[in-house]
């Protein structure tokens, strides 16, 4: 097998990535690898993560996720049990394994819903770690502002939006905008609102999510509806539809937990991770979102076990909790590695949402970010062109997932992903097949996202991807 991307191959894919739009396109020219030390175990681990064992894993979660209703969010049995099984399987191949009790302020949903005076009910999420509806809610006259068709909108983005429009004393109801709900929320409220609705200008107009408000929240409620629901809201003239709204939350003390296993072999001084998030969405059982990373993680662990051959480093791997939580567990993690902890870890393999049935196929360029990045992150690129397998990369911090924190540590990081909401070009289904003008995984956060989601074909080229670079790392030959 060739050990680097030859010139051709370098050339192929730059084409192909500079045929797509708004994505980064760097592929670094690649010396030759007479000099390079064997890649005899990437080889294996990458002949190993082309079996069944991750799919298993993930028919496993689907039968925990079935006996629990569907629920796997983070503190949940189904979540428990997930953990548990991941550690019975570590510590079946013989790792150390331990947890690690990561605290935390968790907010939990106690009410939302919301009626109109037409006694249309209309399906709504409170936005986590926003603020609650007062007393008995809000009832309220509903102001739609113009309907957005089509992403980005910066719809209620400016003070002008608001202007002219009966917003005093009003539930207001806005697009999904770059420029953030809370800064949609600051305006609306000095315009005299009283709670914010925002949609989502997804293909699927039932579609919508749960999200969540970071930093100090904006002091109006805060809730989502789907696109159809704000085009119903819309289409009644104006000041006939009042709403009861009710979005009630609270915030409690709770734990979660990080499980790791890492070998006894290797330089233990050298730590080669890779590491995905193990808990889900509370909206649904979570198996794309992110069982399928983590079984390819989980897979690769069980081949290393069963035979170290080849390994020079040590190897850990992280299951993270509260990862939908915004990054609970992978935070608490990399804020409580001592100095030579830090030191220790030589690189971090992250991956999300690696097999949804309508995937793309992304590597996160990390080197602007992080000293030292281009080594996961070139090695990730090098091993799809020697495959022939078709890329795209995004730039860091893009994914919002955990190898953000171990980047701010300065540690070399790189990850890959298949895609969330955004919405698959002509050219990208071109490029990888699937279909245009729909997101790249319609399951994402919600309750479909369960086996039956999982393009099976794409879960084996992903894992056996970062099979490869995690043996490329331990066996020192990167």
Known sequence: ????????????????????????????????????????????????????????????????????????????????????????????????????????????????????????????????????????GVNAPVVVLPIAERAPSTTGCNAADYAGLPVKGAIVVVPFSPCGRATQANLAEKAGAVALLEYFLQPDPSWFLRVVVLGEPPNLPLGTISRASAKTLAAAPAGTVRMNLYLKGKFITDFTENLFA???????????????????????????????????????????????????NAVRFAFWGAEERVLVGSNYYAQNLSAQERADIAMYLNAELIAGSNFGRFVVD???????SGAPTDA??????????????????????????????????GAITGGTMGVKTPAQAALWGGTAGQQFDPCYHQICDNLASIDRPELVVNSKAMAWVVGAFASGAR
């Open 1 to 136: 097998m060739r050990q680097h991307t030859t010139s051709r191959q370098a050339a192929r894919l730059a084409v192909v990535l500079a045929a797509t739009t708004g994505l980064l396109a760097v592929v670094p020219a690649m010396a030759s690898g007479a000099d390079s030390p064997s890649t005899a175990l990437a080889e294996r681990l990458e002949a190993a993560a082309g079996d069944d064992g991750a799919y298993r894993t993930l028919e496993q979660v689907q039968a925990i996720a079935d006996a629990n209703g569907q629920v796997r969010d983070d503190g949940s049995d189904g979540w428990k049990q997930t953990v548990d099984l991941f550690a019975g399987e570590l510590k079946a191949s013989g790792y150390t394994v331990w947890r690690q009790r990561v605290p935390y302020k968790k907010f939990i949903v106690q009410e939302e819903s919301a009626r109109t005076s037409t006694n249309l009910t209309v399906p709504v999420f409170m936005v986590r770690y926003s603020n609650s509806t007062k007393g008995g």
């Open 366 to 372: 990390s080197r602007t970010a992080t000293p030292g």
């Open 262 to 312: 890492q070998s006894t072999f290797g330089d233990q001084h050298k730590v080669v991770m890779a590491g995905a998030h193990l808990d889900s969405a509370s909206e649904g059982p979570g198996l794309n979102d992110n069982i399928s990373a983590a079984a390819a993680v989980l897979r690769i662990a069980k081949e290393l076990g069963a035979d170290h051959t080849g390994v020079k």
């Open 380 to 413: 990730l690129i090098e091993y799809y062109a020697m495959r022939d397998v078709p890329i795209q990369i995004l730039p860091p911090k893009s994914i919002k997932s955990d190898d953000e924190p171990i980047m701010a540590l300065g540690i070399p990081t």
